[in-house]
């Protein structure tokens, strides 16, 4: 009985680990707008190093600096929607230069 409860255990376990992290995610803003992602990485970002460092020092270990960088997710948000909706608008155009270039070459095969 205890080899027929246990994986049902783990799934409720898994299940209920990911719930909580998706309910983080919405929590935190996460899966909102741009707008949004962009506070949340400034929060993260100015939350996370004084955690760490509390923590390194409580167990002892020495770790690097965390590095600067500045990225927006919001802009390359937007430059990844821009690439996608301009490779979709120009789809149905290469679509069909690309099937007139196939039937001329099954047509010069087939002479």
């Not at 246990?6 to 719930?19: D, H, R, T």
């Not at 020495?62 to 927006?72: A, C, G, I, N, V």
């Not at 430059?79 to 490779?87: D, E, I, L, N, Y």
């Amino acid at each position: 009985m205890a080899a027929r409860l246990f994986p049902a255990v783990k799934f409720v376990i898994k299940g209920s680990l990911a719930g909580a992290a998706v309910y983080v995610a919405y929590d935190q803003g996460l899966l909102g707008s741009g707008t949004q992602g962009a506070e949340a990485l400034k929060k993260a970002q100015a939350a996370l190093p004084p955690a760490i460092h509390e923590w390194t020092s409580y167990i002892g270990w020495e770790l690097p600096p965390t590095p600067k960088f500045d990225f927006s997710p919001s802009d390359a948000w937007n430059k990844g929607v821009q690439t996608v909706m301009s490779a979709l608008s120009v789809a149905p155009t290469r679509a069909c230069e690309y099937t007139v270039e196939g039937w001329k070459y099954v047509k010069d095969l087939v002479k």
